[in-house]
Structure formats: structure tokens, C-alpha cells
């Protein structure tokens, strides 16, 4: 059974920074593609960052310089590090494997990160 974990989540002020893990089991991450996404009270869901499974990386136009996302194959773990947090970015965040062959797709329950201002 494949379970995503997510941590470090938690109430910040403006400024701040905060970093969430996502620890993977029932899968071997390395063939995934890891991803954060994040969901705010009325908006859809909206990709943060993404990172293949070759390292490559992906950034929302709102978190580029301000968020760096990473893995940790040998500990099925991805993580975020989020810098100069604004009340904007608070939300739900939500991690994400995928990969197309065979086509899977898993999600974690989530971590809410609030930015006071």
C-alpha cells in the first residue's frame, strides 16, 4: 500500500520560512516525478514545484526564488523549502508522485501552512 506523509507544515509570519518533507513507502520513488501542490480556501489546486525523476525541476511563477524543491531517493522523501513566506501562501500543501509507465499517480493527506501578516 503506497502512503505519502507530509510534515513540517504550521503557522509562520510574513518572512518566514518553513520546510515540509514528504516520506514515501509502499513505492520506490526514484522513478516518480515528486511534486507540492498546494489548495487555498475558495481556488483550485495549483502545482507549487515540481521535480522529475532525473532531478529536473519545475516552479509556480508565484514561488520561483522563493521556494526550492529537492528529493532524497535513498530515503523516498521529497522536500520544500519555502523562503520569505507571504500570507498568499497559505494553504493546504499537498505532495504528489506520478509517473507515466505504468501511468500512477499518488497523493498525501496534506499539511497546512498559515502566514500571518
Known amino acids: 500500500q503506497v502512503q505519502l506523509v507530509e510534515s513540517g507544515g504550521g503557522l509562520v509570519q510574513a518572512g518566514g520560512s518553513l520546510r515540509l518533507s514528504c516520506a514515501a513507502s509502499g513505492i520506490m520513488t526514484s522513478t516518480y516525478a515528486m511534486a507540492w501542490y498546494r489548495q487555498a480556501p475558495g481556488k483550485q489546486r495549483e502545482l507549487v514545484a515540481q521535480?522529475?525523476?532525473?532531478?529536473?525541476?519545475n516552479y509556480g511563477n508565484s514561488v520561483k526564488e522563493r521556494f526550492t524543491i529537492s528529493r532524497d531517493n535513498a530515503k523516498n522523501t521529497a522536500y520544500l523549502q519555502m523562503n520569505s513566506l507571504k500570507p498568499e501562501d497559505t494553504a493546504v500543501y499537498y505532495c504528489n508522485v506520478q509517473r507515466a509507465f505504468p501511468r500512477s499517480t499518488y497523493w498525501g493527506q496534506g499539511t497546512q501552512v498559515t502566514v500571518s501578516s
Open positions: 521535480i522529475g525523476s532525473g532531478g529536473g525541476t
